[in-house]
């Protein structure tokens, strides 16, 4: 069973990743969509509430499910069996980062391989930062997120 592993912070979820999610699934057997959480790091949105609007995003489909985890992505891959990571690639400074992060990986966990997919040249500027930013100044940040969530309606870390 070839079970994969989308890492990320999710800080909100935005179009771009449900792009690389829904044009990566088929090519797994089980997809899991994992925000990884460091506890010296606080979030602009809740853990809750982040894995409550990407289970809305992606309900109905059967093979996706929604995890969090603390501690290395190549720990949490084994804790689960899952042998791929997969991952967007905007840019060429996306590219450099990616590449340092997935040979680590591969070296400290031999088995795994990160599947890479290039976001839509429309997604290309779209990353969950200024997302935030928007919603944090009051402006709209619709067409930048899923469009059946309403962030402005979003459970808040104080
Ligand atoms: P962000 O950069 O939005 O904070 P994460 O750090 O949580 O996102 O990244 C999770 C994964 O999603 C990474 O592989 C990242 O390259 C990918 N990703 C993030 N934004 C986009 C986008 N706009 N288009 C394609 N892939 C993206």
């Not at 990884?36 to 409550?52: L, M, P, T, Y």
């Not at 109905?60 to 720990?75: E, F, R």
């Not at 040979?103 to 088995?111: A, E, G, R, S, Y």
């Not at 919603?135 to 459970?155: E, M, T």
Request: include cysteine.
């Amino acid at each position: 069973m070839k079970i994969a592993v989308f890492p990320g912070s999710f800080d909100p979820i935005t179009v771009g990743h449900e792009s690389i999610v829904k044009r990566g699934v088929d090519l797994f057997d089980k997809l899991i969509i994992a925000i990884g959480h460091n506890s010296n790091k606080k979030s602009f949105f809740s853990i809750e509430q982040r894995i409550a609007w990407i289970e809305k995003v992606f309900e109905g489909y059967d093979n996706i499910v929604v995890d969090n985890y603390s501690g290395l992505t190549v720990d949490y891959c084994q804790s689960v069996g899952a042998t791929y990571i997969l991952r967007g690639l905007r840019t060429s400074s996306d590219f450099e980062f990616e590449r340092s992060i997935g040979q680590m990986n591969k070296k400290i966990f031999p088995k795994i391989e990160t599947i890479f997919i290039l976001s839509q040249p429309e997604h290309t500027m779209i990353n969950s930062g200024v997302v935030r930013d928007i919603i944090r100044h009051n402006g709209n940040a619709d067409q930048f997120v899923p469009s059946c969530i309403d962030v402005s309606k979003g459970l808040r870390n104080k």
